[in-house]
């Protein structure tokens, strides 16, 4: 266990609908990063959150947003669901030393 | 653009037979190289990493891998596999200068035949 937890495990969807993911990192963490896993693909960069800042983003559009907390827990918002947003979405947190450890993820299902 | 590629999609081996992933990047300043397993049903978890020093790295299970500096390459090595290690293997990098942002490759599943 990383001490990463996600909530939920598991959630379906309809096109068009908004969804809010979340994550708390391990104690002590500042840094949490989201990750889309697509099926038989390799994880994707969304954001980066350190401190509450958000200090990188990778290619996925504004509906993509994100949130960092004071207690470094954090969330993940997708706004107009697409059928492409299928995918299992992946936080890790980090204490910036590069080293990362991974929650077991959220699956989403947009219908 | 940086990428992660990963030789093989797909790898099936016999139980006790020896293994090697190859993974390459392509960015050519520092980087941090990591393999992570995702076994089925379970979250990803960290195999080995490298940072600095001897580029030769042993992680959990009976894992190594190597960092050819010359070859862009960070290769997975196990002598003799077993069949809990039927799981996928993504190797990743990252950079300090970007905020040590992970990139991963596509991924390999492995299967082990008992």
């Known amino acids: 266990e990383t001490g990463v937890t996600q909530s939920p495990t598991h959630l379906i969807k309809t096109r068009g609908q908004q969804v809010t993911l979340r994550c708390s990192s391990q104690?002590?963490?500042?840094?949490v990063s989201w990750y889309q896993q697509a099926l038989g693909q390799g994880p994707q960069f969304i954001f980066q959150?350190?401190?509450?800042?958000?200090?990188g983003r990778g290619n996925f559009p504004p509906r993509f947003s994100g949130l960092q907390f004071p207690n470094y827990s954090s969330e993940l918002n997708v706004n107009a669901l697409e059928l492409d947003d299928s995918a299992l979405y992946l936080c890790?947190?980090?204490?910036?030393?590069?080293?990362?450890?991974f929650g077991p993820g959220t699956r989403l299902t947009v219908l | 653009a940086q990428s992660v590629s990963q030789h093989n999609h797909h790898v099936i081996l016999s139980e006790a037979a020896s293994l090697e992933l190859g993974c390459n990047y392509s960015y050519g300043g520092t980087v941090n190289l990591f393999w992570y397993v995702q076994y089925p049903g379970q979250h990803l978890q960290l195999l080995l990493k490298y940072f600095s020093g001897d580029p030769l790295v042993k992680g959990i299970k009976g894992f190594e891998a190597e960092f050819i500096k010359s070859k862009f390459s960070f290769n997975l090595r196990k002598p003799s596999v077993q069949w809990s290690d039927t799981a996928e293997y993504f190797c990743a990098v990252n950079r300090m200068d970007s905020n040590y942002q992970l990139i991963w490759g596509a991924g390999t599943k492995l299967i082990i035949k008992p």
């Open positions: 890790a947190s980090s204490l910036s030393s590069g080293r990362w450890y």
């Open positions: 959150y350190y401190r509450e800042e958000e200090n």
């Open positions: 104690s002590g963490h500042n840094t």
